[in-house]
């Protein structure tokens, strides 16, 4: 685990995306699988009909087999795209079985904007984030863009409206004791690695 304290968000993003990066090909692999069992049978993915998750990138841990399953058991499946403008904003796309993809303009694989498949992420039943680092309070430090920040922004004013279930997926090695939150963050329900859970189950 690391400890925050005396470090700035920038230091802990460079330091938590250098462990999760330095993880072999192997230590992935198996990640992913202990993920898979730690989500397929647990509640909120079994009754969840909408289902948001993120192809991975810079060493983020591999949800891939949880949306074969997902696609498997009849659920809708979502990834988040990049709007064209403003080019601040993502919206939420269905993706299809064996779907063609292509990468954005920060290199990470996407389907072809389709605003017909798109959903409204209060609609959503739950969506699995990604993320840099994380502790067990609910606080997610992402890679700092801000979109799901900003898709999420309206959690804000809207104190009652508790769609969509929040998680976000991560590696054990990218857990922090306390991180330093700033207004704009948005808190995860919980956050599942391959080895357990932190936060509300």
Known sequence: MIVADGLSRPALRRTLRQARRQLSGQQQRLASRRLLRQLAQHPLFRRARHIALYLPNDGEIDPRPLMLEAQRRGKSTYLPVLNAWPRTRMAFQRLMPGEALRSNRFGIAEPAVRPARQRKIWTLDLVLMPLVGFDAFGGRLGMGGGFYDRSLAYRKVRKKCHKPTLLGLAHECQKVD?????????????TVTDDGWYGGK
């Open 178 to 190: 306390r991180l330093p939150l700033e207004s704009w963050d948005v808190s995860l329900q919980a």
